[in-house]
């Protein structure tokens, strides 16, 4: 690439000179610091902030991150350009500003092309490059001109400090010699900047594709649990409907039985009231005849009530509706978070060693003591008490529960195919090709290519939760206590199909929950 051409690259758009400590906005271009400050200062309650670039609006005002990079390659530009760095330096001679050509170092002066003609001829000085700085030209101990460069000590000298002082019988180089080998070595890395700056535009690139995936997948999220929580308020309003017309109607016949059996305990009351009026009037009587007969064919079979028979709102009957249509709902919201795969899991006792028992549904597995004499296969694991599932995922979003023991270790994850069947590389985790969450005693931890990481949370439950999204490079595991736990998540381009895995220690069991 043309010097040119780089410096073109090297522009802040604003200033329209070499940056000066680069700093890069979210859309990924670069601008002096202190001109896009200037530039944002100026859009500050204006409702909104724009790239001077590309014109990408931001609600707030955005975040300014320093480009080291860009900024080390403006830095080697100049060092090899000096004349890019836009300072202006003027002949001392002349009454208008006029630009100079050449610095004497002997002199301190600067000189124009014609001035210098002149100087030439009256004396012989050395000159170098348009320079203000005579001072920083000169020995700090000695007040003389910089003329050597010591490669030991990597310092710019003068002649006397190459006999005397701390650089004595070191091996020297005349500046001119020795800036041209640094030269040489400048334009080499000068050679390997620009890729660099295309490999880091290409990252750039890459994380913005990136972002905008996360964009349009979190929308995409979010319109779905909108959508679902909407769903799920029609489902419980529904149900309430159901339940307190349910309530109303149970109260409605109760109380129109209980109005039936007040009626007739208040004809009963005056039966009552008119036979204590006629008992009272028998009692007056004085003719015993009278009385006798009088009482016998006035008594009659008396009717009895029972609280007991009455009826009361059947609260069971309430309760059970109730919770029958909360299951239906929240196997329905299953069925919309995690998809439509099923995700019933079963252990492939092909895969499982002698000293692992697997039970007769093959969904338990716990380390035993008695060799189980399975035949020898393939894809059986050799030295470690493990098993694969015999369902595999190649795509999609699945999650299955497990019932681990309370006591005892194991691991359980997911793993390919090829992870090896024998040896120290076998066993689920300690490899590339697994990735697996372990219980020891009573903490947890998350262990992949022999990388064993403390996931910080005691134990509290038994039961574990396994969610996979193949796609998205996502292994996650939930402990199911009270609230749901969310214990770690692996993120890998998951490039095989995976089986689920499933490992027993001493004196303990694992279970897939069906």
Same mark, same amino acid.
């Given at each position: @690439? ?12 604003? &200033? ?6 680069? %700093? ?13 400050? !200037? *530039? ?16 990408? $609006? ?17 830095? &080697? ?29 002997? &002199? ?14 009256? *004396? ?47 091996? @020297? ?25 295309? $490999?880091?535009?290409? =990252?750039? =690139? ?17 319109? !779905? ?12 309003? +529904? ?13 409605? @016949?109760? &109380? ?23 008992? $009272? ?48 709902? %929240? ?26 028992? %697997? ?19 393939? =894809? ?5 008490? =493990? +098993? ?11 999650? /299955?529960? *497990?019932?681990?023991? $309370? ?6 994850? @997911? ?19 697994? /990735? ?22 005691? %134990?509290?439950?038994? !039961? ?7 796609? +998205? ?11 749901? !736990? ?14 689920? +895995? ?13």
């Amino acid at each position: @690439m043309a010097a040119a051409d780089l410096r073109d690259e090297l522009n802040c758009s604003i &200033c329209l000179s070499i940056y000066t400590d680069p %700093v890069m906005l979210p859309c990924g271009h670069n601008f002096c610091q202190d001109c896009i400050g !200037r *530039v944002l200062d100026t859009q500050e309650g204006s409702g909104g902030y724009t790239c001077p670039e590309c014109r990408e $609006e931001y609600q707030e005002r955005p975040a300014l991150h320093r480009n080291r990079t860009l900024g080390n390659i403006a830095q &080697c530009f100049l060092s090899v350009h000096p004349e890019e760095d836009g300072t202006d330096i003027f002949c001392t001679y002349c009454d208008s500003p006029v630009p100079a050509v050449k610095s004497c170092l002997q &002199c301190e002066t600067s000189l124009c092309d014609t001035h210098l003609q002149r100087h030439n001829i009256s *004396v012989q000085h050395t000159l170098t490059e348009p320079t203000s700085s005579f001072e920083d030209r000169k020995c700090s101990i000695h007040s003389e001109f910089l003329k050597y460069y010591c490669t030991e000590d990597g310092a710019c000298i003068c002649p006397s400090c190459c006999l005397t002082g701390e650089h004595r019988g070191h091996r @020297m180089e005349q500046l001119n010699e020795a800036s041209e080998k640094k030269k040489e070595k400048l334009r080499n890395d000068l050679e390997k900047l620009p890729p660099e700056i295309e $490999e880091t535009e290409e =990252q750039i =690139q890459r994380l913005q594709e990136r972002s905008r995936e996360v964009t349009e997948k979190a929308a995409g999220e979010t319109e !779905r649990v909108t959508a679902l929580f909407g769903d799920i308020r029609k489902q419980l309003e +529904a149900l309430e409907m159901l339940l307190l017309n349910q309530i109303f109607w149970q109260k409605e @016949m109760i &109380c129109l039985q209980l109005w039936e059996l007040m009626e007739d305990l208040k004809v009963k009351k005056d039966e009552l009231s008119m036979q204590i009026r006629h008992i $009272e009037e028998l009692c007056k009587m004085a003719d015993p005849l009278i009385v006798l007969q009088e009482w016998e064919s006035d008594e009659e079979e008396d009717k009895n009530y029972d609280e007991r028979d009455y009826k009361y709102l059947d609260v069971d009957q309430i309760s059970e509706t109730l919770l029958t249509g909360l299951a239906g709902i %929240v196997t329905g919201v299953k069925g919309k978070i995690y998809g439509q795969e099923a995700t019933d899991l079963l252990l492939d006792i092909n895969t499982a060693p002698n000293y692992l028992a %697997v039970s007769g549904d093959r969904k338990s597995a716990s380390r035993t003591t008695i060799n189980q004499c399975y035949p020898l296969t393939e =894809q059986r694991f050799i030295k470690y008490t =493990q +098993a694969l599932s015999t369902r595999h995922f190649l795509s999609g979003r699945h999650y /299955w529960e *497990v019932q681990c023991s $309370e006591s005892g270790g194991w691991s359980i994850g @997911m793993s390919y195919a090829s992870i090896e069947r024998e040896g120290d590389l076998s066993r689920v985790g300690f490899n590339d090709k697994s /990735w697996c969450l372990t219980r020891l005693k009573d903490e947890y931890l998350v262990v992949h290519d022999h990388n064993i990481t403390e996931v910080g949370y005691p %134990v509290t439950s038994q !039961r574990i939760r396994i969610s996979l999204d193949y796609e +998205a490079g996502c292994l996650s595991f939930y402990e199911l206590s009270e609230p749901i !736990r969310h214990l770690h998540t692996f993120t890998a381009s998951f490039t095989e199909p995976l089986y689920a +895995a499933f490992s027993s220690f001493k004196k303990s069991w694992v279970r897939i929950c069906s």
